[in-house]
């Protein structure tokens, strides 16, 4: 995943700044690097990588078969990850640093996510966005001066992007085929007595003892005999005191 957006980001930034005399390399800008550098660079240097959190989903995905109508597995949403990028130019003046600079910022700005003619191997086969952002204020938990600290290099003017990546976690469960055959329920005791009854639909009627038969068909005839009949009041009972004498 991590080569996808590296090949990803290299081709948006030869397209769109129309730099192709200038190199793209993913190197450490550390001093000997530097020192060793003889052409105008830009340098996109990957230091981070974490989570993001705010992209988790919960649940799962359903996989239907090629007519769409039924479901043949389901598997975990893709999980996010941000890959926190130092971009920085390397020239031999610093007009030309903030020239280059200023053409990295425009391309960045001009998209949401990283276009999808860029995408390669599973980022595009996903087919979902894959977000953008750039200079964005750092993490309370770390300054850009750290970095360099890190890279044992001086400060030196860059942008700061963040890919989040979507990654198959690859967690997929296959689904049972259709249910063919209604459900059916039987009821009975030990030993043979009372009978087996069973339920489930007209299939399962047929299935079911004489006695229980004859039981069903009596209350139905019970049933359509009080649905006919009318409804009459039922007479009040009159009740009558006697005298204490």
């Not at 930034?13 to 550390?30: C, L, N």
């Not at 705010?54 to 893709?78: F, M, Q, S, T």
């Not at 001009?110 to 087919?127: D, K, Q």
């Not at 030196?156 to 249910?179: C, F």
Request: aromatic share 6%; glycine share 6%.
């Amino acid at each position: 995943m991590i080569h996808e957006v590296d090949s990803a980001l290299r081709s948006l930034i030869e397209r769109e700044t129309g730099t192709r005399d200038v190199e793209v390399v993913f190197d450490a800008p550390t001093r000997e690097w530097a020192g060793r550098r003889n052409s105008p660079t830009i340098d996109v240097y990957l230091y981070d990588i974490r989570e993001d959190l705010r992209r988790k989903e919960r649940g799962l995905i359903n996989e239907y078969d090629e007519r769409n109508l039924r479901v043949v597995a389901r598997h975990l949403p893709p999980r996010y990850f941000k890959l926190s990028y130092l971009v920085t130019a390397w020239t031999q003046r610093p007009e030309d640093e903030h020239r280059l600079l200023s053409s990295l910022l425009y391309c960045f700005l001009r998209f949401e996510a990283l276009p999808e003619e860029v995408l390669t191997g599973p980022l595009l086969a996903m087919g979902v966005p894959v977000p953008v952002t750039v200079a964005l204020p750092p993490p309370e938990d770390r300054a850009f001066a750290d970095v360099w600290s890190a890279l044992g290099g001086e400060l030196k003017p860059s942008i700061d992007l963040v890919i989040s990546a979507p990654v198959d976690s690859g967690q997929r469960y296959e689904a049972g085929p259709p249910v063919a055959v209604p459900p059916r329920l039987s009821i009975g005791g030990s030993d043979g007595w009372p009978e087996v009854e069973q339920a489930g639909g007209k299939a399962a009627d047929r299935l079911r003892g004489p006695a229980a038969r004859a039981a069903a068909e009596r209350a139905e005839a019970e049933a359509d005999e009080a649905e006919r009949s009318p409804v009459r009041p039922v007479p009040r009972r009159r009740t009558t005191r006697k005298s204490a004498s």
